[in-house]
């Protein structure tokens, strides 16, 4: 066998280990072109063909493969950490000035900086906006 037949062969071995890693199938269409590339290395000694049927297999796979991997990856149904925060109701603490950017509320026990676009007075029901680092934005509760 020649040598860049198991250089073609190491390369689809490391493609699908970062493959492994990560989701998308797109290191798994370059290991099979890397598969393809070995098997031409038998037939030829020209890199630029080897390369080019790495080039075209991984090229083709990529666009066929993305229904497939759309299915795998999948986004998480229940939001974690500070996202689950965004829709939740909370009290204000102390009052909210837009202006000086100022104020706290408290969402499920926790008290939070918090900015809204207008004057919220201490007391009043909120809903969370938006989270951004430390500071929720919030807006007022309407009462439906």
């Known amino acids: 066998?020649?040598?860049?037949?198991?250089?073609?062969?190491?390369?689809?071995?490391?493609?699908?280990?970062?493959?492994?890693?990560?989701?998308?199938?797109?290191?798994?269409?370059?290991?099979?072109?890397?598969?393809?590339?070995?098997?031409?290395s038998t037939m030829t000694d020209s890199y630029l063909i080897q390369l080019g049927v790495f080039a075209f297999l991984a090229i083709l796979?990529?666009?066929?493969?993305?229904?497939?991997?759309k299915k795998?990856?999948?986004?998480?149904?229940?939001?974690?950490?500070?996202d689950a925060m965004i829709g939740k109701s909370g009290l204000v603490i102390k009052a909210i000035d837009p202006v000086a950017e100022g104020g706290q509320v408290r969402v499920e026990g926790?008290?939070?900086q918090a900015i809204a676009s207008e004057p919220i007075n201490e007391g009043a029901q909120i809903t969370v906006d938006k989270v951004q680092g430390a500071r929720l934005?919030?807006?007022?509760?309407?009462d439906e």
């Not at 490391?14 to 598969?35: K, Q, W």
């Not at 796979?61 to 991997?69: E, K, M, S």
Request: proline share 7%; charged share 10%; net charge positive.
């Open 1 to 40: 066998m020649p040598t860049m037949f198991w250089l073609w062969l190491a390369a689809m071995v490391i493609f699908l280990i970062v493959e492994i890693m990560t989701p998308g199938l797109v290191f798994a269409c370059f290991a099979f072109g890397a598969l393809g590339g070995a098997v031409a």
């Open 110 to 112: 926790q008290v939070w």
């Open 72 to 82: 795998i990856t999948k986004e998480s149904p229940q939001k974690t950490n500070v």
């Open 61 to 69: 796979l990529i666009p066929l493969t993305r229904p497939l991997a």
């Open 137 to 142: 934005y919030v807006s007022k509760k309407t």
